[in-house]
Structures are given as C-alpha cells and as structure tokens.
C-alpha cells in the first residue's frame, strides 16, 4: 500500500468501526513515532451505534491506546451533512484536549471517486473536483490506497470490523455510485481521475492564494468592484467566492456567485442581494458590502 505517513508526533485517529478507519489504527498503532488517541463520534443515527462505540473502545484497549467518545443523538433523518459536521466538531474539540498535531482520517482513493462524482453532480465547481484533500489540521493516509487494498490488509491480518448497514442503501448517492458506478471504472480511468484531481487541487492552492491577496486590499466586510471591473466574469465569480469564504458563509451556490457578481458590475447603488439565511450583500459606490438582512 502506499502510504501517506504523517510525521513522527501525536495524533488523534478517527475510528468509526468500519474496516477503513479500523486498518488505519492497526497500521498506525505498530508504528512507535507515533502517540495515538483513538476517537470515536456515536452519530446516534442507527439503534445499534452504541455497539460500534463499544467495539472501538475494545480496539483501543487492544492497542493500549487512549479512547475519546461522544454521542451525538441526530436521529434516522440525519442527513449526511449533519453528521459530518457534528463528527468534525467533536474531532476538533478531542484535539484541542489531546494537544495532537492532527486529527488522522481513514479516507481513501475510493472516497475521493465518491464524492469528485457526487460534487460534480451537483455542480460544486473547482473546489469540488479536487475532492478530498489534506489541510494542516486533518492528515489523510490512505488517500492513495483503494478499498481493495484494505480489504486484503484487513484479511491478511485478521482483523475483525463493523459493517454498517446504511453503507448498502442505495438511497443515498454515495451508495449508488459506490456499488453500481466505481466498479465499472478502469483502472487507467481511475487513474487519470486521481491525477485530475491531484491538479485542481494545486490550481486551487494557487487560485485562493491570488484572490486572498486581492482580498488582503479590502476591509474584508467591504469588497471593491474597482477590484472586480478589471477582472473578467470568471475571476470575478472566484473572487467573491473567496470573499464569502472569509466572511464565513460558505454555504452559497453558484447560482448565488452569479447574481452578486452580475450585480456588482452592472446594478446601481442600494440593490440589495441575498446570499442565504440572514446573510445579504448591497450595492455601494464602488464597493460590494456584507450586510445583515434584517436592517
């Protein structure tokens, strides 16, 4: 397998249970640069989660390592948003306690196909082809290995996992596409998908450098549309991208980054634009500016 190994230090290892996260923390645990915390997040989503906190709490004990856990109660309606979120929120507290260096995700070539798919489905953009990556606080190992690798790890060691049952509804798009689309991917295709995403993710690093400095010119509440009309449409939709990112609204959609950018170049001072939730933008003299939609 081939291993994206983190440097020597201490870390915490997420571990659901399921044989991903559970070949990650076997790979891990007989490495001694490394001090580990196992953390497992009870989504509360299924009436059997307990028995997977109590499994992971089993396998740190096995490995003589320390176990965090947390439950989180969402119900069978949870969507998958709900539950990532409410996992990295706990993730990011177990590592503030730990005082780790990173928090270490099961994540694999599998799941980058998964979700490049899915984003392109719903026409998330650049960020979205770049798929899963890496940041400073959440280091990914296994980004390069595929799921059959894990299986034949998992069974070459005899190492024993949960199975979720919701992995197989095919309601969900990930499932479909797990079991009825990857599989009929080449391994050239699959190939040139990685090294696909493998470049937009440098585009991207170099795309947000440019803009944030762009940015960097502005009160961040406040972006110049002198700073707009000498880009053309694209970069203008990136750049105002960027600028929600800063200003922590994240959740907008490219049908929201069109109406701005259009309204910036061509609508007259005091047009109001909504964004999502309370969040809105107006028009000024020579500025697009972040306000509270209830003023």
């Not at 270490?104 to 990556?133: F, K, M, W």
Request: glycine share 4%; proline share 3%.
């Amino acid at each position: 397998m081939q291993l994206i190994l983190p440097k020597p230090g201490r870390y915490l290892v997420a571990v659901s249970g399921g044989i991903d996260s559970v070949c990650l923390l076997d790979i891990l645990a007989s490495n001694p640069d490394y001090q580990l915390t196992v953390a497992h997040f009870d989504h509360g989503i299924r009436p059997d989660s307990a028995l997977d906190q109590a499994f992971v709490k089993s396998l740190a004990e096995k490995y003589n390592l320390p176990f965090l856990s947390e439950a989180g109660y969402l119900g069978p309606e949870a969507s998958e948003d709900l539950a990532r979120n409410a996992r990295y929120n706990f993730l990011r507290r177990a590592l503030e306690q730990t005082k780790s260096a990173a928090i270490l995700t099961a994540h694999h070539q599998d799941d980058r196909l998964e979700t490049l798919i899915i984003n392109l489905i719903r026409g998330t953009g650049r960020l979205g082809v770049a798929s899963i990556g890496e940041t400073k606080e959440i280091k990914r190992p296994l980004l390069k290995v595929q799921k059959e690798e894990l299986l034949s790890y998992a069974k070459t060691h005899n190492l024993s996992w949960r199975e979720d049952a919701s992995n197989s509804d095919q309601k969900y798009l990930r499932n479909y596409i797990r079991h009825h689309v990857l599989p009929k991917i080449s391994n050239e295709d699959r190939a040139q998908l990685v090294r696909l995403m493998d470049r937009q993710l440098s585009l991207n690093k170099e795309i947000d450098y440019l803009t944030y400095r762009l940015l960097k010119q502005n009160d961040l509440n406040r972006l110049s549309t002198r700073n707009l009309s000498n880009l053309s449409y694209f970069e203008s939709k990136e750049l105002i991208a960027q600028w929600l990112r800063l200003n922590r609204l994240p959740g907008f959609n490219q049908l929201t980054i069109e109406r701005l950018t259009l309204a910036a170049k061509t609508k007259r001072p005091g047009t109001r634009i909504d964004i999502y939730g309370k969040a809105s933008a107006r028009v000024e003299k020579g500025f697009l500016a972040l306000i509270d939609s209830e003023r």
